[in-house]
């Protein structure tokens, strides 16, 4: 399903409900969550199927998938990639580092954010949009949205500029129509992610799913 918001060049996988959630872990894996409850365990666990069987898309072997900074997955040497889950859902895309700079995902339910988020994470021109992308879609959870677009901005901006970049500092301005969104960073950031970012987003089977890919 993701991979219909996604370029060539970028190998995807996902899971649905509880399959792969006690996928066979490498122990190095298994020590990073040996005290984890069951939700974390089994999202980080059918997480990291995916992404394994993304990279075997890729050719490549089958390795631990440890957190690196922040929590990102450290990938293989010349992969770049990017994982998501949500109650239901879990998936992963990868690419060759020489074809994608960053590919950042994100699912979320597609339901309405709970009280009090939205204003913690849109900005004043985002809070003057939604009436009018509400009345061009009514049966999309916009908010809901515009939090799973800033989830992927963050994905493609914290492996390539390395530092911590905060919902107000991007404007994401979707397309009701395209299926397509674009995000203005409102702070300085390296060349690969100046200016405007574009990104796609798809509504289906109550997921509501964001993606971003910066090529070369």
Not at 15 to 37: C, D, K, N, T, Y
Not at 146 to 167: C, H, N, Q, T
Request: aromatic share 6%; glycine share 8%.
């Amino acid at each position: 399903m993701i991979d219909e918001i996604l370029p060539r060049g970028v190998v995807t996988a996902e899971a649905f409900g509880e399959e792969l959630s006690h996928a066979e872990l490498f122990p190095e894996e298994e020590q990073v969550i040996a005290r984890s409850v069951d939700k974390r365990r089994h999202e980080f666990t059918a997480g990291r199927a995916c992404a394994r069987r993304a990279l075997a898309g890729l050719g490549v072997p089958p390795a631990p998938l440890l957190p690196g900074e922040r929590g990102a997955p450290r990938w293989p040497a010349g992969i770049v990639g990017s994982i998501t889950h949500c109650a239901g859902y879990r998936a992963a895309a990868v690419a060759r580092a020489s074809e994608v700079t960053a590919v950042g995902i994100d699912a979320e339910p597609h339901d309405l954010l709970p009280d009090g988020v939205l204003d913690q994470i849109a900005t004043p021109g985002e809070l003057t949009l939604l009436p009018e992308l509400r009345a061009a879609a009514p049966k999309v959870c916009w908010d809901r949205l515009l939090f799973s677009a800033k989830e992927s901005i963050y994905k493609v901006w914290f492996p390539v500029a390395g530092r911590w970049l905060g919902f107000e500092d991007a404007v994401v301005t979707p397309d009701p129509d395209a299926g397509v969104f674009t995000a203005r960073l409102l702070v300085p950031a390296p060349p690969p992610l100046a200016g405007t970012l574009h990104g796609r987003w798809m509504v289906r089977d109550g997921l509501a799913l964001t993606t971003i890919t910066i090529l070369f």
